[in-house]
């Protein structure tokens, strides 16, 4: 039972590229989410979904795409990346009903826009 | 909007201290409230959950209070270990199917040896 994992652990983009970052859980989630964490600005929510087919925009959800592939996998995609995009990303999941509360987190992405 | 305050932003105390972390939401409209714990280049890992209708959780040495009429939460941690250093986070879940957490900015405990 891995949990929350996260690819890749590390990126270095430049401005303008683009990049996917994959997410999957195997604890039979309901609901994902991705955060940034920002120095300062503490964990705030992107892109979230609470079940297979549907995606919502968080608080800081411009400059990024979501897509929900299936009950485990979420992927975050930066089409242009920019430098205000550096950050720290963590995938988390949680289920609503049934099964140990709380949200699991995945061990994060670190990225770099230069 | 719900906002979440923790305060101090950073602590430091002696091995074998009781040590209490602070949490304040300003709604107090909540589904629950969760502690996390995140080490330096790490993932946060889940502490305690308290649902909006409990008052504590306790794991261990550690043992969270909640009273949402007044919009705040606890984190005691008591004989501290160097091993507890790391930042601590507190979130709340708003109400709704959705259930999205809003986090306070930390506080990070360095126990001394």
């Known amino acids: 039972n891995a949990g929350v994992t996260q690819t890749p652990k590390f990126q270095v983009l430049k401005t303008g590229q683009s990049m996917t970052l994959q997410c999957a859980q195997d604890m039979n989630h309901n609901s994902m989410y991705w955060y940034r964490q920002d120095p300062g600005m503490g964990l705030r929510l992107i892109y979230y979904s609470a079940s297979e087919g549907t995606t919502d925009k968080g608080e800081v959800p411009n400059g990024y795409n979501v897509s929900r592939l299936n009950k485990r996998e979420f992927s975050l995609r930066l089409e242009s990346a920019a430098p205000s995009q550096t950050s720290v990303y963590f995938c988390a ?12 987190f995945g061990p994060g992405t670190r990225l770099t826009v230069l | 909007k719900q906002e979440v305050t923790q305060i101090p932003a950073a602590l430091s105390v002696p091995e074998g201290e009781n040590l209490v972390l602070n949490c304040s939401f300003t709604d107090s409209a909540i589904y629950n409230l969760q502690w996390f714990r995140q080490d330096p280049g790490k993932g946060l890992t889940s502490l305690l959950l308290i649902q909006s209708s409990q008052r504590e959780q306790t794991s261990g040495r550690l043992n969270a209070s909640l009273d949402k009429s007044s919009g705040r939460s606890t984190l005691y941690i008591a004989a501290s270990q160097p091993g507890d250093s790391a930042t601590y986070l507190c979130a709340v879940s708003t109400q709704g199917g959705s259930e999205k957490l809003v986090f306070g900015k930390g506080t990070k405990l360095t126990v001394n040896p």
């Open chain 1, 93 to 104: 999941s949680r289920v609503i009903i049934g099964g140990p509360p709380g949200e699991f």
